[in-house]
């Protein structure tokens, strides 16, 4: 690994210019990285995501499950925001979120989204935009009643993306959420959604030191997918 510049620390910083300085000292694939070899990448897309999430979480990349999702508004001003995957099944990405919040009322306008996927342990991108479907009411909150305890009373919580008057009343709502949750596993938060995005476009991006970036993408074109390389 090459030696890191003297950059300056956090505090020091006194003006944008000191972030700047910052900011060029920063490094990006500047560590071991993986090989990927796209001829030998599986037919289909999920296989290679599914071995992709196991390397990074085996790499020790923390909370490799996490994504951005992004989504657009009525007035086609893209939002984004980070959620949980839940599982790549039956062909689709699963999250889940209340349907009342700033996501769900644009998914609901606009029913098309795009995940990304960065886990810098290995360098490595996965970017994935499709159509968005949401489950029913009834396998929604089976989603939700076999996550944790902390899942259930946040959904409880409910009013996601509305204006909060103050701490104290999140407290006082998160405090009944925890006491439900505990006493009442089973206990239905009807605004929560579970959706599965079902991917139209994937594609894996290797970084390399040398900026000679492999870039994988398949998109769909009817029942079969084509894979195509793309300059970096
Ligand atoms: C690591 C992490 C995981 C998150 N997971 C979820 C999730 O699974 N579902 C969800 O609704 N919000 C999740 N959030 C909160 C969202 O990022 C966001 O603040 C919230 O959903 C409101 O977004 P919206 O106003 O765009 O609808 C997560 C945030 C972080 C930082």
């Not at 490799?64 to 508004?73: E, G, N, Q, Y």
């Not at 009322?105 to 490595?124: I, M, S, T, V």
């Not at 989603?143 to 407290?171: F, I, K, P």
Request: hydrophobic residues 40%; aromatic residues 8%.
């Amino acid at each position: 690994m090459r030696e890191l510049p003297e950059r300056p620390e956090l505090r020091d910083l006194r003006d944008l210019r000191d972030l700047r300085e910052l900011l060029k000292s920063l490094r990006v694939w500047d560590t071991d990285l993986p090989g990927f070899d796209p001829a030998q990448a599986p037919p289909s897309p999920l296989p290679l995501f599914a071995e992709w999430l196991a390397a990074a979480a085996a790499a020790g990349q923390t909370e490799p499950h996490t994504m951005s999702l992004a989504t657009v508004d009525e007035d086609g001003l893209p939002d984004v925001r980070t959620v949980m995957l839940h599982g790549v099944e039956e062909e689709g990405f699963h999250f889940a979120s209340h349907a009342g919040s700033a996501k769900g009322r644009q998914l609901a306008a606009n029913p098309r989204a795009a995940l990304g996927f960065y886990w810098p342990a290995q360098g490595r991108q996965i970017r994935v935009r499709g159509e968005v479907t949401a489950a029913t009411p009834e396998a929604s909150q089976a989603d939700l009643h076999v996550r944790s305890t902390g899942a259930l009373a946040a959904a409880l919580v409910g009013h996601q993306s509305e204006v909060l008057g103050s701490q104290d009343e999140l407290e006082r709502a998160s405090v009944a959420a925890w006491e439900r949750a505990q006493a009442q596993p089973d206990a239905p938060a009807p605004t929560w959604t579970a959706y599965a995005l079902v991917p139209r476009e994937v594609e894996f991006f290797q970084g390399d030191a040398r900026r000679r970036h492999i870039r994988l993408r398949y998109r769909a074109d009817g029942s079969r997918w084509v894979r195509e390389l793309l300059w970096p």
